[in-house]
């Protein structure tokens, strides 16, 4: 919501691939627009880092890998499954054509967006600690760049 003045609001590639294949966006701005995201996901893995590196090891550096007990395939499920959850939900909050009929929509597109990706969470944490966000777990794969940070990146 804070960056929706700048950008759209766009922190996440896989709504901004979203929105690229529902031609909301043109191709060179939404790769930079990735870009931005992957860097800044870093950028912000690294401060985290920084400021609390004992925490930081223990938890792994944030970086996503299917639970034991879980198979890749329902990691992969749970990931395409939460991240649809959160593109279909954007897309329904933000539509430009519900302005006509539900004028309050766009102020409050952020209070649904947030609970979707909340329940998602909910939801995959146990699993996969939610990749919804493919900057968000790049990122934390690059700063952390252990072995097992990168085994279950494709998820």
Known sequence: ????????GHIN?????????????????????IVMQCLGATCGA????????????VLGGGANTVAPGYTKGSGLGA???GTF???YTVFSATDAKRNARDSHVPILAP???????????????????????????LG??????????????WI
């Open 1 to 8: 919501y804070c960056t929706a003045g700048i950008s759209g």
């Open 13 to 33: 590639p896989a709504v901004t691939f979203g929105l690229f294949l529902a031609r909301k966006l043109s191709l060179t701005r939404a790769l930079y627009y």
């Open 46 to 57: 690294g401060v985290v880092k920084g400021f609390q590196p004992n925490q930081y090891q």
């Open 79 to 81: 990931e395409i499954i």
């Open 85 to 87: 959850v959160l593109v």
């Open 111 to 137: 209070l649904p967006i947030g609970f979707a990706v909340f329940l998602v969470h909910l939801a995959t944490i146990p699993i996969t600690g939610t990749g919804i966000n493919p900057a968000r777990s």
């Open 140 to 153: 934390a794969a690059i700063i952390y760049n252990k072995d097992h940070s990168w085994d279950d990146q």
